[in-house]
């Protein structure tokens, strides 16, 4: 799952680049979620991620689904993603527990959307259903760094429950608070969460179902910018209407070759580009994953990403959901 904050590879555009891996082994880790280890096949091994990073899936016959990664970053020999079966949902899941040891898939390099910053004074960790999957590499780089943290990670039964052993194991200082009745949840995160509860400096990380991101962005609505962080699984309801130009469509300028492109309303800036023979990687096409993030040099974006902080805003921009404010905006590309 995925997915805000800076990306360690966010440039978009062009071919993103493919890593073949092969599925090396599957772990039962709680009611209908499987972890599955992916590994290298060849000698070059995989990439290093932070904590917080996702990669995407490629899954017969052409589905691309996102999954944080939820091993330890300091173990370079595989990568671990952690996948909840909805047999309501569109069928990406379902795909996952489908697959069988010795599979051979096709992934992207790690993305970080929603990074640590280490220089907060305290991390305040907050985790719904299979939302802790992002939650366990950072468990583990600050019992690595010593770093003062709180979990709080609430699941629908202790049998739905994953990796409770592995917080259990590493979260020794009683920094982890594992709930099992949401209601319960939810009064202790309206206590976490009001003003003046958490120290100076304290940022917040989110991640889970709809409700517990929207109910968490609303607490948080005043916190310091960029103090809080979220990771989502798909794009929260209720996107905004486009006012002015953004309504009107506009115009994409590349600033590498001056090519000017019209991005009619209703068309995303990366559709607009790839009518024009102009390649441009997407993923999640939400504006979760960070895929088609490019630099922009001129002009006012209308961002409608969920992935990028306000300090990354000034300078980057998601093609795949951005409108423009002014009339023409001018890409890196
Ligand atoms: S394709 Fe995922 S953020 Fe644009």
């Not at 209908?32 to 290093?48: C, E, V």
């Not at 996102?66 to 996948?83: F, T």
């Not at 390649?279 to 409608?304: K, L």
Request: glycine share 12%.
């Amino acid at each position: 799952m995925m997915m805000t904050g800076a990306c360690s590879d966010s440039g978009a555009g062009p071919a993103a680049r493919r890593l073949q891996v092969r599925l090396q082994r599957i772990d039962y880790a709680a009611e209908a979620i499987n972890i599955l280890d992916l590994a290298a096949t060849d000698a070059g091994g995989l990439p290093p991620f932070e904590a917080g990073a996702h990669i995407d899936l490629h899954l017969p016959p052409d589905m691309v689904r996102q999954y944080s990664l939820c091993g330890d970053p300091a173990d370079g020999s595989r990568y671990r993603i952690a996948v909840l079966r909805q047999d309501d949902g569109r069928g990406g899941s379902r795909s996952v527990h489908a697959l069988r040891c010795g599979d051979m898939l096709e992934i992207s390099a790690p993305r970080n959307g929603f990074p640590l910053d280490m220089r907060a004074g305290h991390h305040l960790l907050v985790a719904g259903g299979i939302g802790i999957t992002p939650m366990i590499p950072m468990l583990h780089v600050l019992e690595r760094q010593g770093a003062d943290y709180s979990l709080y990670y609430c699941a629908r039964g202790a049998g739905k429950m994953a990796f409770r052993d592995e917080i259990d194991r590493l979260a020794r200082r009683g920094t982890a608070h594992l709930f099992f009745d949401g209601a319960a949840f939810r009064v202790v995160l309206a206590d976490l969460l009001q003003p003046g509860a958490q120290p100076a400096g304290t940022h917040l990380y989110h991640c889970g179902p709809a409700a517990l991101m929207a109910a968490v962005a609303q607490r948080t609505a005043v916190w310091p910018p960029g103090t809080v962080h979220a990771e989502f699984f798909a794009a929260p309801a209720g996107d905004r209407p486009a006012e002015g130009a953004a309504a009107d469509g506009f115009e994409v300028v590349l600033a590498r070759s001056g090519t000017r492109i019209a991005v009619p309303p209703g068309v995303s800036i990366a559709d607009a580009l790839r009518q024009a023979g102009i390649a441009t990687a997407t993923s999640c096409e939400q504006g979760i994953c960070g895929e088609c993030v490019v630099g922009y040099s001129a002009g006012e974006p209308d961002h409608r990403d969920f992935i990028l902080s306000d300090g990354e805003r000034r300078t980057q921009v998601a093609l795949c959901c951005a409108r423009s404010h002014s009339p023409s905006l001018t890409i890196d590309l």
